[in-house]
């Protein structure tokens, strides 16, 4: 486990250091008056522009893969919690924060510290009992997994503000979140959270719910002192994923290792992007066209495919039992066709990355280099992880479509 001697010395000196202001607004505006920062967000915007496909391997969209269903989401549960706090709100308040379930702004997530959006309520500028209200929305819509990843990701934000001085950029509050369409137990609506690290996206229809895109990160996935002492992240996710690994035969790791290391010098070139490192699927890849690499699973032993079932479920597990329970479901009928791969080391103080890719889910994980600290080579202090829903069904647009085409009788609504 990572502590403190492991990333201290990598703290950033006063010219080092990439905060630009003092708090959110200040600092917003300072990176993005970098090029780098700027750019970034000038090819967030473009891709953002670009009609909804999905992820895909080739471009073209699998159509078939989902359906509608009762899952037993806790669709009155979710409802009520998310009413309590609309009645809360000020009519400015509202406006901001609540939009058409088929709305663009799904979309509008990211992952960085830098606030830029104008949608959805900013948790550190809401008063204490309206910011309770908005994490028990999460509570009622979450595993007890999936809530304790979302504030554990928060609070370690808030570990990592105070370790490098810069509290009013990096805090347990500095995240977004935003509804969409009108809470009902039968209707379709949803919601979303976003910010540094962390950025969940659950639409509930009826009973069922759809909780992808999802990003959980952390630079600094352990707390070793402060308020938060002992909370840590990924284990499961790291220890998983490793052990999937090394339980495969020398075979079969070839195939699934993709043949260069994580040094920096031996990446291909247009396989790193600065702001996702080696995840694909992250902010604003909703189009993204991966093709399958790696060890195909079909060809995993018993234990083996059991074991590759096991590190989904440590994603699949932020979910309440009853979909968590239909997820799995689609992931095992879709084994034959899902691949799994892996860049870097083997050993338990190795950095790595690892996908695993099948036509209903698409995950990965990624120890990253230091963006505030300066470890400029990937180090196991620092996270990434994304879930999506490949073939065009990330924050349930799918589903949405399904559900309006047959309570209405026609197709898929723009999403305005």
Known sequence: MAGFADYRPHLPGPDQSRIAGDDSISHAKGR?????????????GELARQPFRGLTTDGNRVSGLYGLRDEGA????????????????????????????????????????????????????????????????????????????AIGAMRLNAFLGDLIGAPGVLGEWHY?????????????????????????SCLVVGGQMVLTPCFVGA??????????????????????????????????????????DLSGSDLPEGRVHFADYLILGGAHRDNRVVPLEGARADRFSATQRNALLDLVNAYVGAMPEGPRQARMADVERHLSDTHFCW??????????????????????????????????????FHVHTVVRSPNGNDYGFDVLRQHYAHSHGHGHHHHD
């Open 74 to 149: 806790p669709s009155a549960a979710m409802a009520a919690a998310a009413t309590r706090l609309l009645n809360s709100l000020t009519t400015d308040e509202r406006v901001c924060g609540q939009h058409g379930v088929q709305s663009d702004l799904w979309r509008q997530w990211q992952n960085t510290e830098i606030f830029v959006e104008t949608h959805g309520l900013r948790l550190e500028h809401l008063e204490t009992p309206k910011r309770d209200l908005v994490m028990a929305i999460l509570q009622a819509s979450l595993s007890d997994r999936g809530y304790d990843n």
């Open 343 to 380: 860049i870097g080391g083997s050993g338990p103080e190795d950095a790595f990355y690892y996908r695993i890719q099948s036509p209903v889910i698409f995950i990965e994980f990624d120890h990253h280099p230091g963006l505030f600290l300066t470890n400029p080579n990937p180090q196991k």
């Open 219 to 260: 630079e600094i996935c352990y707390a070793d002192h402060g308020p938060y002492k002992g909370l840590t992240l990924f284990q499961d996710e790291e220890r998983l994923g490793l052990e999937l690994f090394n339980a495969l035969p020398e075979g079969f790791q070839e195939q699934a290792r993709l043949g260069f």
């Open 176 to 200: 977004n979140f935003c509804l969409f369409g009108h809470p009902s137990a039968t209707d379709p609506w949803g919601w979303q959270l976003w910010g540094h690290h962390l950025a969940v």
């Open 32 to 44: 993005l008056s970098l090029p780098r920062a700027a750019g970034l967000f000038q090819e967030w």
